[in-house]
C-alpha cells in the first residue's frame, strides 16, 4: 500500500526514533521516546499505531520498523512546503532564502555541484 | 434548602458590590504594578467562597447585604412543614393524654396548601448551571490534553507541539509551557519569559480556582466581567514580571512577539493561560507606557491596596440583637406598647422561669428604681404589677409591686436581649386567654336567647357526668330542666365531683337561658340528685365571660389542669386538660378527709406539665410549685408492696413516672438538693394516675388517694392553646 506521508511532528520524530533504533522493540521504544521526548507510553503506542495505519511503520511481534525511508518522507515534507507557501515553485523557495541572505558560500557551492550532477544524469 | 440559596444570593450579592468597588478602583491602580489589581481581587474572590466573615468598624459593602436582608425579600420564603410548631416538649414517654390529641383538635386542620417551593426550583436550576460550566471545563481540559499528548518535549517544562496555536500554560502541580512549532525563533525566549512569569506567580492553580468559583456564581453577569478583568490583569501583570529591568529594545521585541502571536477570541475559559489570550493592542500600549514608579509610592500603594482588601473582606459590624444565637435585626425588636405572639420556645421557657421566681422568695424591698431595660409586666386587673429588671445593681431580678408593696426576687434567667420577649409573653397570654377564653365564652354566649336543646348540647355535660336524657317541664314559675342520668358514680367522691361540675354547667346554662329556666336538676339511677337554681342575674357578655371565666378557675375540677401562671384566681389560665374517670383510693379512715371539701385536690387545680406540678390552694391565691422528677421506665420501680398503690397500679403499663420534690431554696442551686414530697403522676397506657402521699401521725408516705385522670375532649395543654390561638387569630383577624 502506498503510505500517507502527511505527517504530524509527532509522527515525524517517532520515525526518527525508529530509523536509528530498528528494527526496535516496542516497549524499548516507548522508553527511547520517554527519554527523548518526553512522552507517555499510551501515547507512543497511539503514534506508531497511527504511523501503521499511514503504512510508515511495520509492528509484528513487538518489534517496530520502518517502512519508508528518510529521503521519501524528506521529499513528501519538502514537496508540501513547496506546495504551501510557495505555490509548487521551486525558484520561489530558492529565492526566499536567497533574498534572506542566508546561504553560506559552502552551502551554495554543494547545490551548485548538486544541480550539476542532476543536469547530467538528464 | 432555603438557607442555602439566600447564603450563596447574599455571596454573590456582596461580591458584585466588591467587584463594582474594583472595577472603579482599578482605573487609577491600572498606571502602577498590576499586580497589585491582581491583589485586589482576593477580596473578590473571598466574597464569592466565603459566606462568613470578620466584622470591623468600617466596611465598603452595605450592612443591608451582609445582612442579607436584601436577599430575604426577593426570595419567598418556603411554606413551613406544618407539623413543626405543634410539638410539645416531650419527654419520654409522652403522657398518653398528649400523644393522642382529642378528634377535635384545632391543630390538625392548620396544614397549609403545600405550595411551590422556590428555593428548590432554583437549587435545581443553579445545580444545572453550574455543573454545565464544570462539565464544559473538564470537557475542554480533556480535549486538550489529548491534543498536547504528543508535544515534543524541549527543556526542562517546555514542549514543543503542532497542534496548539498559541503558547500556553497547562497543569496544575507540574505546568508546562507548550509552544506551536510555528512560533518564530526570535519570539521564543519573550514568550518563554512570560509563561514563566504566569508559573511563578501561581496564575496557573489562579486560574482555574477563579474559573471554578465563577462556576458557582454562573448566574452573575458582574462577575464574569470580573473574571475577564482578572485574566487582563494576570496577563499585564506577567508582562510586566516579563519587561522587568528590560531595556527599551527588548521590550520593543517582546511587543514584536505579542503581535506576531496570533490572538483568537475564544470564550473565557480556565485553561490554558494562552499567551495571546487578551487582546494584545491594550497590552502593548500598557507596556510600553509603563514606568516602574518609585520604591514608595508602590509600597504605599500596596498598603492602600492591602487596606482596601480588608475593607472589601469585612462586613460592616452590626448591631443586631442575638437571641439564643438567632439574630434579630433591630426592626424586630418591639416598640414601646406593641407586642406580637411569641413563639412557644421562648413562652415555656420564660413561664419556667417566671414560676421559679414566684414560689414565693420574695422579699420585702424599697420601690425599686426602674432603669431602662425594666420589663414591666401588668397584671390585667392592674392590682399587682411584675418590673422585670435586667440591668442595674443586683440584676437581673423580679419585683412584685402590689398595691405599693415592694417585693424582689432574684430572676435566675441570662441576661441578654430578653426584655422584648419578656413583653411578648405578657401580651401573648392576654391574647390567650382573651381569645381562647372568651372565644369559648363568646361562642356559647351567642346561643342565648336560642333554643334551649341547642345550648343544652352545647355544653358538654356528658364529659363530666355521662350520658343522660333531658326534659324540660313548664310550671307557672316557669321551666325547669332535669336530667337523667344514666351513668352511676362509683363512690360518693366521684357522685360530689359531679354535683359539682354539673351545677357550674346549670349555671352556666341558666345563664344562656336568659331567665326562661329557673333551675336546672339532675339525677343519678339511684334516685339521688341535686340541683341549681343558677344566680338571679342577668347576664351581658361582659358577665357571662366573667362567670365562664371565674367558675373554671376555682372550680373543683379538681384535678383538671387549670393553670394559674400568676398567683391570684382571675388571670390567665389554660384549659383544662385532665378529669377526673375515677377514684381509685382514697384513704378515708384518717378523718379529716370524709369531706370533699377537705380533699385537698377537690379545693384546688394542678398542674401537671412536664417539668413541674403546681398546686393552686383555695380561691385567696396562694400557691406553691414543685418540680418534677422524672423516672424513666427502666428505672422506676413499682411502689414498694406495702404501699397500697401498688396494688392499684399493677398490672396498668406504667411507661414513666414522676414524683415532685420541693427545692431547698435557701441553697445556691435550688434543684441541686430536692426534698421529695407528696405527689406522683403515674403515665399508663389506659391514662395518668395521680397519687398523694402524706405523712400521717408518723407513718410515712402513707397513700391519700390515687386518681386516675382521663383527657378531657375539647381541652388542649398548653401547647395546643398556641395552635389553637394561631387558628383563631386566622379565622378572625
Not at chain 2, 112 to 139: D, K
Not at chain 2, 214 to 235: I, K, S
Request: proline content about 7%; some cysteine.
Amino acid at each position: 500500500m502506498k503510505p500517507n506521508l502527511s505527517l504530524t511532528l509527532a509522527d515525524h520524530r517517532l520515525l526518527e526514533l525508529v530509523w536509528q533504533a530498528e528494527p526496535v522493540p516496542s516497549a524499548q521504544l516507548c522508553k527511547l521516546a520517554e527519554a527523548s521526548l518526553g512522552w507517555k507510553r499510551t501515547t507512543t503506542y497511539t503514534v506508531i499505531k497511527r504511523l501503521c495505519d499511514k503504512g510508515c511503520l511495520k509492528n509484528e511481534a513487538a518489534v517496530v520498523t520502518s517502512l519508508v525511508e528518510r529521503s521519501t518522507v524528506q521529499q513528501a515534507d519538502g514537496q508540501e512546503v513547496l506546495q504551501r507557501s510557495f505555490g509548487g515553485s521551486l525558484p520561489s523557495f530558492m529565492a526566499a532564502f536567497l533574498k534572506a541572505g542566508t546561504v553560506s558560500d559552502q552551502d551554495a557551492a554543494e547545490i551548485e555541484k548538486m544541480l550539476e550532477e542532476y543536469r547530467n544524469q538528464r | 434548602m432555603e438557607q442555602f440559596c439566600t447564603t450563596l444570593l447574599t455571596m454573590s450579592l456582596t461580591a458584585t458590590v466588591a467587584a463594582l468597588a474594583v472595577m472603579a478602583l482599578r482605573l487609577p491602580l491600572k498606571k502602577g504594578p498590576r499586580y497589585l489589581t491582581c491583589l485586589l481581587w482576593l477580596a473578590v474572590f473571598f466574597r464569592m467562597v466565603c459566606p462568613v466573615t470578620f466584622e470591623a468598624p468600617v466596611s465598603l459593602i452595605p450592612q443591608a447585604i451582609t445582612e442579607g436582608t436584601l436577599v430575604q425579600q426577593v426570595i419567598l420564603p418556603d411554606p413551613t412543614p406544618p407539623t413543626q410548631t405543634a410539638a410539645p416538649i416531650q419527654t419520654e414517654p409522652t403522657p398518653p393524654a398528649e400523644s393522642a390529641p382529642a378528634p377535635t383538635l384545632p391543630a390538625d386542620s392548620i396544614q397549609p396548601e403545600p405550595a411551590v417551593s422556590w428555593s428548590l426550583v432554583l437549587f435545581i436550576l443553579w445545580s444545572l448551571g453550574c455543573g454545565g460550566m464544570i462539565l464544559w471545563a473538564a470537557v475542554s481540559y480533556r480535549r486538550l490534553t489529548r491534543r498536547t499528548a504528543e508535544a515534543i518535549h524541549q527543556d526542562l517544562n517546555i514542549y514543543l507541539s503542532d497542534a496548539v496555536e498559541t503558547p500556553f500554560v497547562c497543569g496544575l502541580k507540574h505546568p508546562r509551557i507548550y509552544l506551536p512549532v510555528t512560533l518564530d525563533q526570535a519570539d521564543i525566549p519573550h514568550v518563554l519569559r512570560h509563561e514563566r512569569a504566569h508559573i511563578d506567580r501561581l496564575d496557573h492553580i489562579a486560574k482555574p480556582l477563579a474559573w471554578l468559583t465563577l462556576c458557582l456564581h454562573w448566574f452573575n453577569p458582574v462577575l464574569w466581567l470580573a473574571y475577564r478583568l482578572l485574566c487582563r490583569d494576570m496577563e499585564a501583570a506577567c508582562d510586566q514580571a516579563a519587561t522587568k529591568d528590560a531595556s527599551r529594545a527588548d521590550t520593543a521585541s517582546y511587543a514584536a512577539a505579542l503581535l506576531h502571536v496570533s490572538w483568537r477570541p475564544s470564550p473565557p475559559a480556565a485553561v490554558p493561560l494562552a499567551f495571546g489570550e487578551e487582546n494584545p493592542k491594550h497590552r502593548i500600549e500598557a507596556l510600553l507606557r509603563y514606568k516602574r514608579p518609585a520604591f514608595w509610592v508602590v509600597l504605599l500603594t500596596g498598603l492602600a491596596c492591602v487596606g482596601l482588601l480588608l475593607l472589601l473582606a469585612a462586613d460592616p459590624e452590626s448591631d443586631t440583637v442575638y437571641l439564643e444565637w438567632n439574630p434579630i435585626s433591630q426592626s424586630e425588636i418591639l416598640q414601646d406598647g406593641e407586642s406580637i405572639p411569641l413563639p412557644q420556645e421562648q413562652t415555656e421557657e420564660l413561664v419556667r422561669l417566671l414560676k421559679w421566681t414566684d414560689r414565693g422568695s420574695y422579699t420585702p424591698c424599697e420601690p425599686p428604681v426602674l432603669p431602662d431595660g425594666t420589663v414591666t409586666l401588668f397584671h390585667p386587673d392592674a392590682s399587682i404589677s411584675y418590673h422585670v429588671i435586667l440591668e442595674g445593681p443586683e440584676s437581673p431580678r423580679l419585683v412584685k409591686d402590689q398595691g405599693g408593696t415592694f417585693r424582689s426576687a432574684p430572676l435566675s434567667m441570662e441576661v441578654n436581649n430578653d426584655a422584648s420577649c419578656v413583653r411578648e409573653w405578657s401580651a401573648w397570654w392576654d391574647q390567650t386567654y382573651a381569645l381562647v377564653g372568651y372565644q369559648e365564652a363568646d361562642t356559647l354566649f351567642a346561643l342565648q336567647n336560642g333554643d334551649l336543646q341547642t345550648i343544652l348540647e352545647a355544653l358538654p355535660i356528658q364529659d363530666y357526668a355521662g350520658p343522660y336524657t333531658f326534659q324540660l317541664y313548664e310550671d307557672w314559675k316557669g321551666y325547669a330542666l332535669v336530667l337523667d342520668l344514666e351513668t352511676q358514680p362509683a363512690n360518693d367522691t366521684q357522685r360530689q365531683l359531679i354535683d359539682w361540675h354539673l351545677t357550674y354547667w346549670g349555671e352556666v346554662f341558666l345563664a344562656l337561658s336568659n331567665g326562661h329556666v329557673r333551675e336546672v336538676s339532675w339525677f343519678y339511677p339511684d334516685g339521688w340528685g341535686s340541683l341549681t337554681t343558677g344566680l338571679p342575674e342577668l347576664y351581658d357578655q361582659e358577665g357571662f365571660r366573667t362567670l365562664y371565666a371565674q367558675r373554671q378557675l376555682w372550680w373543683t375540677d379538681a384535678i383538671c389542669l387549670n393553670s394559674t401562671y400568676y398567683s391570684t384566681w382571675s388571670q390567665v389560665h389554660y384549659r383544662p386538660a385532665f378529669q377526673v374517670a375515677e377514684v381509685l383510693y382514697q384513704a378515708s379512715d384518717l378523718g379529716g378527709y370524709h369531706d370533699l371539701d377537705d380533699l385537698a385536690p377537690a379545693r384546688s387545680s394542678v398542674v401537671f406539665h412536664p417539668d413541674f406540678l403546681a398546686h393552686a390552694y383555695g380561691t385567696n391565691g396562694s400557691s406553691a410549685h414543685y418540680p418534677l422528677v422524672y423516672q424513666p421506665s427502666e428505672d422506676f420501680t413499682v411502689p414498694s408492696p406495702e404501699d397500697p398503690a401498688a396494688d392499684l397500679l399493677a398490672g396498668r403499663g406504667i411507661q414513666a413516672a414522676y414524683r415532685t420534690a420541693a427545692p431547698n431554696l435557701d441553697a445556691k442551686d435550688p434543684m441541686a438538693h430536692l426534698t421529695p414530697s407528696g405527689y406522683g403522676i403515674y403515665v399508663a397506657q389506659d391514662g395518668v394516675y395521680l397519687a398523694n402521699w402524706e405523712t400521717w401521725e408518723g407513718q410515712k408516705d402513707r397513700l391519700m388517694y390515687l386518681l386516675r385522670l382521663t383527657e378531657r375532649p375539647y381541652s388542649h395543654d398548653l401547647y395546643h392553646v398556641v395552635e389553637h390561638v394561631k387558628e383563631i387569630k386566622e379565622t378572625y383577624f
